[in-house]
T-cell receptor, first 113, second 114 residues
Framework: QQQVRQSPQSLTVWEGETAILNCSYE??????FPWYQQFPGEGPALLIS?????DKKEDGRFTIFFNKREKKLSLHITDSQPGDSATYFC????????????FGDGTQLVVKP | EAAVTQSPRNKVAVTGGKVTLSCNQT?????MYWYRQDTGHGLRLIHY???????EKGDIPDGYKASRPSQENFSLILELATPSQTSVYFC?????????????FGHGTKLSVL
């Protein structure tokens, strides 16, 4: 059973629009949710993260919205730029533990100029 | 900034041959991971380690072995490479605790098995 699911698999938006990437998870014990950004030819890198005690985390144009009851979260990228074109991975883990992290399959975002 | 270095960056191997992918980290992290990335499958965990001398099976360990001889080094070994193992492989290091809750990835190794 896949622990973390992402949708859509791919997304295309125009420059200046808001891109919305969705994520859901299975295990209610997960309490830490990082998002990783991956550019072609590179490894993923941490972009932004949220803990389950919060329902929103903002960092510049990137915002995570978290719904603990529904076990869903989303990443909003406002004023999307062509440089934001990348694959975005949602992940989940139990904070302050040595438990492994679970990744979703990723959303490939293309921002057209 | 934490550093994870993978070698080689590209590798072409023959079916049935032995392949060793190497990973070195200078972060002094206890945990290290090997993932493979294929289109439509995201990042799939092959093996991981909690420290020198330890290796654990991930979600897709069949056909792969791992070795962690030191804190810094973690290798992935394909004893008998098959074309289905053609993929991009990523190594990562991390520690989960109060101060450090992120994985640091290498740039990847592109493996082609012919």
């Amino acid at each position: 059973q896949q622990q973390v699911r992402q949708s859509p698999q791919s997304l295309t938006v125009w420059e200046g629009e808001t891109a919305i990437l969705n994520c859901s998870y299975e295990d209610s014990t997960f309490n830490y949710f990082p998002w990783y950004q991956q550019f072609p030819g590179e490894g993923p890198a941490l972009l932004i993260s949220i803990r389950s005690v919060s329902d929103k985390k903002e960092d510049g144009r990137f915002t995570i919205f978290f719904n603990k009851r529904e076990k869903k979260l989303s990443l909003h990228i406002t004023d999307s730029q062509p440089g934001d074109s990348a694959t975005y991975f949602c992940a989940a883990s139990v904070r302050n533990s040595n438990n492994r992290i679970f990744f979703g399959d990723g959303t490939q975002l293309v921002v057209k100029p | 900034e934490a550093a994870v270095t993978q070698s080689p960056r590209n590798k072409v191997a023959v079916t049935g041959g032995k392949v060793t992918l190497s990973c070195n980290q200078t972060n002094n992290h206890n945990n290290m991971y090997w993932y493979r990335q294929d289109t439509g499958h995201g990042l799939r965990l092959i093996h991981y380690s909690y420290g020198a001398g330890s290796t654990e099976k991930g979600d897709i360990p069949d056909g792969y072995k791992a070795s962690r001889p030191s804190q810094e080094n973690f290798s992935l070994i394909l004893e008998l490479a098959t074309p289905s193992q053609t993929s991009v492989y990523f190594c990562a290091s991390g520690d989960y605790g109060i101060s450090n809750e992120r994985l640091f990835f290498g740039h990847g190794t592109k493996l082609s098995v012919l």
